[in-house]
């Protein structure tokens, strides 16, 4: 079991940055894929970046989120630049064993969200 523990989140306004982390306690970290997940009011969750195989974003963050990971630290990040106001939600880490393609599959290790809002 991996537990995620998010944080970073916080009232930015837009074209603001912010970097989430999350960091994760077990012992293979390295072996797991790993992904940032987001959920605004009233909208489902949605898939934002992931890191397994591959790295994989949605259309809508390309070019202005980065995911990053730090084996040694057992942390994953997401540094999101040029924020907009439809970036606003609560955002999830999530984990699961192996290393396969991020954006597809259910995932069995969710931290608890932490929200990001950009407002002015």
């Known amino acids: 079991q991996v537990q995620l523990v998010e944080s970073g989140g916080g009232l930015v306004q837009p074209g603001g940055s912010l970097r989430l982390s999350c960091a994760a306690a077990?012992?293979?970290?390295?072996?797991?894929?790993m992904s940032w997940f987001r959920q605004a009011p009233g909208k489902e969750r949605e898939f934002v970046a992931g890191w397994g195989n591959i790295i994989k974003y949605t259309d809508s963050v390309k070019g202005r989120f980065t995911i990053n990971r730090d084996n040694a630290k057992n942390t994953v990040y997401l540094q999101m630049n040029s924020l907009k106001s439809e970036d606003t939600a609560v955002y999830y880490c999530a984990g699961r064993p192996g290393l396969s393609l991020p954006h597809v599959g259910p995932y069995g290790y969710w931290g608890q969200g932490t929200q990001v809002t950009v407002s002015s």
């Open positions: 077990g012992r293979t970290f390295s072996s797991n894929t």
